[in-house]
């Protein structure tokens, strides 16, 4: 499809209806109304046409659900309606955190320290701020004479106060720049306060821009043991309204009426293969899909976006896909699983690699890399994919399903590329179904998962690499390839994955690759020394825990497999 332009598009309906109307001053309620059902339809056109909607699929953004102009408003808001539900004050497993112990100096209160258990009845009596005890107990101390006053001296001027023991609470609270509770505070502030100003920009906030601000923030605040885990993240975003918003599918009345009609060719598409298997066996069928993966962003970059504000959203969308490139991967109901090689578009200006970097940049067995102008898979790519990657791995006959991309319709280029002796035929998923019976659909989301997982580890841990590099990305995939796909540990993915569609019988018991590699609990320690022990993952061969210096510098391709 040909990029839309919706300028053009309102020139040309302003030519249509020009004729007929004439501006009168203020729109109505129905013309907003109907506005709105056009901008959803020309949205959806306009991503529509900028790629494929595989791009979009893992695309979550943010809306903010308030029309608040600053931030400090917004937070009066949440303050005041939380005042009896601090979301701070039942901290999540993750984040909990013992509360400290008063460092020396002063007579120590710890042997009879009681936990005190919140009255959900009452506010906290943590909301007093940090100004307000270092006040207190400024007061209380009494500088000038060194003498301390008494408490109902104290009392008479904060009446907040209660005891000379919560005093001493709240000197050791001043003294540690706050309590855990005044941190959680101060790192809710500073988190909401990036993702205000981030909406401002045109920047599409995730929740790992989140969890990098307010670990960020707490380099300066020094809350111990805060990793701001999807937990509090998930907090954050109810305290302030943030929602989701998904990009949804605009279901036509055209569409509701074809939909038995897709159903009948879903089901032809799974018989003609089910039967192809029967004739020739399972290790001749291929399925190959492709998948557009964002470059992240350098943490702090602004995008720079040309239009008009109303047109944000668009651009927004456009600008996340128009920085991306394409994987390709190609898999088998039979014994061989996953071809050994994993294709990979990456994005170059000139649509090809300098001389300089074609010859410095990362390069491993396992990885087949190409460039091109848009991150994206051309039609002469496609040619190419053909000849270096599946003719060259398959044997006698060759049947490959795949979805019916416009790049992949020139079968008879394909064919001139064809060995002599190898059997070969293509099977189209007819448009529309390709999300149901698709073989990889859902396996390359759970490919993609297990990649974020590495990347993010990068940048929430500062470590100084730039994930959106050349050199990164394929070192990455290179190594998250050779575990999530060479590993016998998880080959099983592959037929399941045929078999969840319908086209074979039997049912497999897979291991979940980022589930293993991954677990809640990494416990053990990497051979490593010099290295703080922050564990990455365990190894899906040889179950070793390695840390991202073992896993990613020292490029852990393991090929010893214990079972
Ligand atoms: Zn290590
Ligand atoms: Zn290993």
């Not at 460092?103 to 042997?111: F, L, Q, Y």
């Not at 790519?381 to 398959?394: A, G, M, P, R, T």
């Not at 590099?469 to 037929?495: E, T, W």
């Not at 086209?503 to 010099?530: A, I, M, R, W």
Request: aromatic content about 10%.
């Amino acid at each position: 499809m040909d990029s839309v332009n919706p300028m053009n598009v309102l020139k040309l309906l302003e030519e249509n209806y020009k004729q007929l109307f004439q501006l009168d001053g203020q729109p109505s309620e129905a013309d907003k109304q109907l506005k709105g059902l056009v901008k959803e339809f020309m949205d959806i056109k306009i991503i529509r046409a900028g790629s494929s909607s595989l791009a979009l699929e893992e695309d979550l953004q943010y809306e903010l659900q308030t029309d608040m102009q600053t931030f400090d408003e917004i937070e009066k808001l949440v303050a005041a309606s939380n005042q009896l539900a601090e979301p701070d004050e039942n901290p999540s497993q993750e984040d909990q955190v013992v509360e400290p112990l008063s460092s020396g100096t002063e007579p120590s209160s710890n042997e009879f320290y009681v936990q005190r258990i919140p009255n959900p009845k009452q506010p906290p009596s943590n909301a007093v701020t940090l100004d307000y005890k270092k006040r207190s107990v400024d007061f209380w101390r009494n500088v000038a004479t060194k003498k301390r006053r008494s408490l109902s001296c104290v009392q008479t001027k904060f009446k907040k106060v209660t005891s000379i023991r919560q005093l001493q609470e709240w000197e050791r609270h001043v003294a540690e720049g706050g309590s855990r509770y005044d941190k959680l505070k101060a790192l809710r502030l500073e988190t909401g306060k990036q993702f205000f100003l981030a909406k401002q920009k045109p920047h599409i906030a995730k929740d790992m821009d989140i969890r990098r601000w307010a670990v960020t923030a707490n380099r300066t605040i020094g809350l111990v043991g805060f990793t701001a885990s999807p937990d509090w993240v998930g907090k954050l975003k109810r305290n302030y309204g943030i929602v989701d918003r998904k990009i949804t599918k605009f279901v036509t009345d055209k569409y509701i009426q074809e939909a038995p009609q897709v159903k009948k060719t879903a089901e032809e598409c799974v018989a003609l293969v089910r039967s192809r298997i029967s004739d020739y066996g399972l290790d001749c069928m291929w399925n190959t899909d492709q998948s557009g993966f964002d470059y992240e962003m350098r943490p702090g970059r602004t995008l720079h976006l040309a239009g008009a504000k109303h047109v944000l959203a668009i651009c927004q969308s456009e600008n996340s896909m128009t920085h991306s490139y394409t994987v390709m991967m190609t898999i088998s109901p039979g014994t061989r699983k996953f071809l050994p090689q994993l294709w990979i578009t990456l994005q170059e200006d000139k649509g090809v690699f300098g001389p300089i970097v074609a010859r410095t940049m990362f390069k491993a067995d396992n990885l087949y890399v190409t460039a091109s102008a848009s991150g994206k898979m051309t039609k002469k790519l496609y040619l190419e994919w053909c000849e270096k990657i599946l003719f060259s791995h398959v044997e006698d006959r060759c049947i490959l399903l795949a979805d019916s991309l416009k790049t992949y319709s020139d079968q008879e280029a394909v064919l001139e590329f064809k060995p002599e002796e190898l059997e070969y035929e293509m099977i189209t998923i007819p448009p529309k179904v390709t999300g149901d019976i698709q073989p990889l659909d859902r396996l390359f989301r759970m490919y993609k998962d297990f990649f974020r997982k590495i990347s993010s580890f990068i940048i929430l841990h500062s470590l100084p690499l730039q994930v959106h590099h050349r050199d990164v990305i394929l070192k990455m995939h290179s190594l998250v390839y050779q575990q999530f796909a060479r590993s016998p540990r998880f080959g099983d993915l592959a037929n399941q994955a045929w078999h969840l569609r319908g086209y074979t019988d039997e049912s497999f018991d897979y291991v979940n690759p980022t589930e293993f590699s991954f677990p809640k609990k990494l416990t053990g320690h990497c051979d490593h020394q010099n290295w703080d022990d922050r564990l990455l993952l365990k190894c899906g061969w040889c179950k070793a825990p390695l840390c991202f210096h073992h896993f990613y510098d020292q490029y852990h391709l393991c090929k010893i497999y214990l079972p």
